[in-house]
């Protein structure tokens, strides 16, 4: 019998003000049933609750939402309502009270600079907001995780090679694309998919850019639950963590250099603390 692990983290200074709900980070990949019951527990859905599905990262939004619907199904009966926040649909009221008093909230994978560009300045950014600060847990995969963090990676470079590869060629200084995200992690960057598309690169970039953030890589299948300054880790990868460079310096080419990072990696069954 295989067990799977959760791991409580103590994380302070890291959270939006006034949050009273929870995050649910996935790194992409596959949803295991181990990373779906955790996300479920994390909702603790009542009878009466309903789950909003937001697939405004996906190229095909229905198809996005009948994959997560099919794998929420067997775990709940409540009322899944798709709310794809086109350009005709950001002022709804209907959509939007739907939206603020959702328990779960799950944004699907794509492409994340898309799904800003539907939400940022509109009335859904504040309505996951306050759905989370009243409650709710707000749920990402892939580039629904990206979205979490203020400062987003969009995985776009900005020198040499500019075409979009899985992770960078070149570990360069002012390389890194970011975007504003939802900004539910104040002072965090996420990256998905992380040792599996070997991100390591991408994320010294991203740490070179805010040295005092600390960059947190979430790996195919497995989750960071974050919820009043704890985090938990669900799944069977593992998240990478790097924080505090010192003596950041480039070279006359522009290729970063620094003395010391401090860096972890974390499998199931153990915790760490971020201070």
């Known amino acids: 019998m295989k067990w799977y692990f959760v791991v409580l983290i103590t994380f302070t200074g890291f959270f939006s003000k006034a949050q009273k709900g929870s995050l649910f980070i996935i790194g992409g990949g596959d949803r295991t049933p181990a990373v779906m019951q955790a996300m479920m527990q994390t909702a603790a859905l009542g009878k009466a609750d309903h789950i909003a599905i937001l697939p405004m990262s996906g190229a095909e939004p229905d198809t996005s939402f009948y994959y997560i619907s099919q794998d929420l199904k067997p775990l709940c009966s409540n009322t899944i309502a798709m709310l794809n926040f086109t350009r005709d649909k950001v002022n709804d009221r209907q959509w939007l009270d739907s939206l603020k008093t959702a328990k779960l909230i799950f944004i699907t994978g794509g492409d994340q600079s898309h ?4 939400v940022l300045h509109t009335p859904v950014f504040d309505a996951i907001h306050e759905a989370y600060k009243n409650g709710a847990t707000i749920a990402g ?5 990206a979205v979490m963090s203020k400062h987003m990676v969009t995985g776009n470079q900005l020198r040499g090679d500019t075409v979009y590869h899985s992770t960078f060629d070149r570990i360069w200084n002012k390389n890194i694309q970011f975007e504003p995200g939802l900004g539910l992690l104040d002072s965090v960057i996420i990256d998905q998919h992380f040792v599996v598309r070997s991100r ?14 600390t960059c947190i890589g979430i790996d195919e299948s497995t989750a960071i639950i974050v919820h009043a300054g704890k985090i938990t880790v669900a799944g069977d990868s593992q998240v990478i963590v790097m924080k505090q460079p010192t003596n950041i310096r480039a070279n006359k080419d522009g ?5 010391d990072v401090l860096m972890s990696i974390y499998t199931a069954g153990e915790y760490f603390k971020i201070q």
């Open 115 to 118: 799904f800003m560009k539907a």
């Open 141 to 145: 995969t892939s580039a629904g995780a």
């Open 255 to 259: 290729l970063i250099q620094f003395d």
């Open 200 to 213: 390591y690169n991408r994320m010294m970039s991203a740490l070179e850019a805010y040295p005092s953030y």
